[in-house]
């Protein structure tokens, strides 16, 4: 089993900054995609930005140029720096990673619990 542990969220002001960390843990073989999806009250769950093994990333349009994505291979983490945030960002946001187990080195695709993120104030 993987196991992912988001840590970082809270309440900030509007303007203010956030950044989010999940780390992967267990039988690992090996993570492709990282990435970061978030649900406000009363909404689907939307992706807000991804990243490749390799670096490659991709945001949701009403987060590019304020939200960053970055990993570390060598940590199995996945982080987002959020800059000049809003309402509208309030959501909880749910890391996830496409991850192989070592034993089956099949990709599945893991959650982690989520983390409040509420704009306010």
């Known amino acids: 089993q993987v196991q992912l542990v988001e840590s970082g969220g809270g309440l900030v002001q509007p303007g203010g900054s956030l950044r989010l960390s999940c780390a992967a843990s267990?039988?690992?073989?090996?993570?492709?995609?990282m990435g970061w999806y978030r649900q406000a009250p009363g909404k689907q769950r939307e992706l807000v930005a991804t990243?490749?093994?390799?670096?490659?990333?991709t945001y949701k349009d009403s987060v590019q140029g304020r939200f960053t994505v970055s990993r570390d291979n060598a940590e199995n983490t996945v982080y987002l720096q959020m800059n000049s945030l809003n309402s509208e960002d309030t959501a909880v946001y749910y890391c996830?990673?496409?991850?192989?187990?070592?034993?089956?080195?099949?990709?599945?695709?893991?959650w982690g619990r989520g983390t409040q993120v509420t704009v306010s104030g």
């Open positions: 996830y990673a496409l991850a192989a187990e070592g034993s089956s080195r099949r990709y599945t695709n893991y």
């Open positions: 267990g039988s690992i073989f090996s993570i492709a995609d």
């Open positions: 990243i490749t093994l390799h670096q490659l990333t």
